[in-house]
Nanobody
Framework: QVQLVESGGGLVQAGGSLRLSCVGS????????MGWARQAPGKRRDLVAA???????NNAPFAKGRFPVLRDTTKNMVFLEMNSLKPEDTPVYYC??????????????????WGQGTQVTVSS
C-alpha cells in the first residue's frame, strides 16, 4: 500500500510560519490526489487543504489565504505552507493520499492512505 511520511511540524510562536512536507511511496501504485487534514484531541479529523482527483486545490475556510497547498506530482510530494499561525492551529496534521493499484493480486481503486501525523504547536 501507499506509505506517507510527514515532516516539518514543531513549535512556533503565534504569527509565525511553518512548512509541512509529505512524501508518498508505493511500488507500482498511482497516487491520484494528496492533501492535509488536522485533528485535535477528542475531535474529528478535518480537511485543511488538498488537491482533489481533478487536480484542483481546495481549502477549508480557516485555511484560505493562510495555508496554501502545493504539490509535486513527479515526486509524489505535497506541501502545506502555514502562515500567520494562531494558537488554534495547534492540532496534529495528517497527510492524506488517494491511490489506485494492485496489491497482492487485488486491485484497489481510489483508496485512502494516511501518514502518522506531525504535531504543530503554536504558542501565544
Amino acid at each position: 500500500q501507499v506509505q506517507l511520511v510527514e515532516s516539518g511540524g514543531g513549535l512556533v510562536q503565534a504569527g509565525g510560519s511553518l512548512r509541512l512536507s509529505c512524501v508518498g511511496s508505493g511500488s507500482g501504485l498511482s497516487i491520484k490526489a494528496m492533501g492535509w487534514a488536522r485533528q485535535a484531541p477528542g475531535k474529528r479529523r478535518d480537511l485543511v487543504a488538498a488537491y482533489d482527483l481533478g487536480g484542483i486545490a481546495n481549502n477549508a475556510p480557516f485555511a484560505k489565504g493562510r495555508f496554501p497547498v502545493l504539490r509535486d506530482t513527479t515526486k509524489n510530494m505535497v506541501f502545506l505552507e502555514m502562515n500567520s499561525l494562531k494558537p488554534e492551529d495547534t492540532p496534529v496534521y495528517y497527510c492524506n493520499a488517494i491511490w489506485s493499484g494492485v496489491v497482492n493480486g487485488t486491485y484497489y481503486s481510489d483508496f485512502d492512505a494516511w501518514g502518522q501525523g506531525t504535531q504543530v504547536t503554536v504558542s501565544s
